[in-house]
């Protein structure tokens, strides 16, 4: 009898370590699953990606790009009228108390509409070339700007005393150089009208503002 319990004895006493080894292990088991951190949700992009767009949207379609602030910068200088986009003429003079009066027209021949502002530039030349006298002066005016349409026309007034009346010194131009306001190349026109003021006492020759038309 001492030997047959002596193994139940042993038997009983290793089921009970092999049953608190099986507990010991769920426990440490569990222990580990409720220390392991919980995944982190992923923040929702959609939500603050959407925010972000829609905060900076507005702003870049508020603020110009620059290529948009080139292309107004261009679109104010390209529209002045430049000298090869105009034909300029002298008209028929108008005289009246001793004076000689003559239109001068600048007309637009492109195919654009262009602007003109101010006073144009006015020289008497020689067959030579040379000037004769000085520059006119520009009478007081507040200019305004002359919109020209393909076709249309802007004018100036030019003025001088009647020399016959005046004694001032003349001389008899070849041409008129008339360069329009800001341009830098004149363009040529035909003098046919004879003697101007050169030099000596009223030999002054005025000019006026654009305007638009071809003339009083």
Same mark, same amino acid.
């Given at each position: 009898?001492?030997?047959?319990?002596?193994?139940? $004895?042993?038997?009983?006493?290793?089921? @009970?370590?092999?049953?608190?080894? $099986?507990?010991? *292990?769920?426990? *440490? @088991?569990?222990?580990?699953?409720?220390?392991?951190?919980?995944?982190?949700?992923?923040?929702?992009?959609?939500?603050? *990606?959407? *925010?972000?767009?829609?905060g900076t949207a507005p702003a870049a379609t508020a603020a110009p790009s620059d290529t948009a602030g080139s292309a107004s910068a261009s679109a104010r200088t390209d529209g002045r009228c430049h000298t090869s986009e105009l034909r300029a003429a002298v008209g028929r003079v108008d005289p009246g108390a001793g004076q000689r009066n003559f239109p001068i027209v600048l007309t637009n021949t492109s195919d654009r509409t262009c602007t003109l502002y101010g006073y144009p530039g006015a020289a008497f030349v020689g067959a030579s070339g040379e000037q004769l006298g000085p520059d006119p002066e520009r009478a007081p005016a507040s200019p305004e700007t002359v919109t020209l349409t393909p076709g249309k026309s802007a004018w100036a007034g030019l003025s001088f005393s009647s020399p016959q009346i005046s004694g001032a010194r003349t001389a008899t131009p070849a041409a008129l150089l008339v360069t329009p306001p800001d341009e830098h190349d004149p363009i040529e026109v035909e003098w046919t009208a004879g003697e101007v003021p050169v030099g000596g006492d009223e030999s002054s020759v005025s000019l006026t503002a654009l305007e638009a038309g071809t003339g009083p």
């Open positions: 009898m001492a030997n047959t319990s002596r193994p139940v $004895g042993r038997t009983a006493l290793l089921a @009970s370590a092999v049953a608190l080894l $099986g507990l010991v *292990g769920a426990c *440490g @088991s569990e222990s580990s699953t409720s220390s392991a951190p919980r995944p982190t949700q992923a923040p929702r992009t959609t939500a603050p *990606g959407t *925010g972000t767009a829609t």
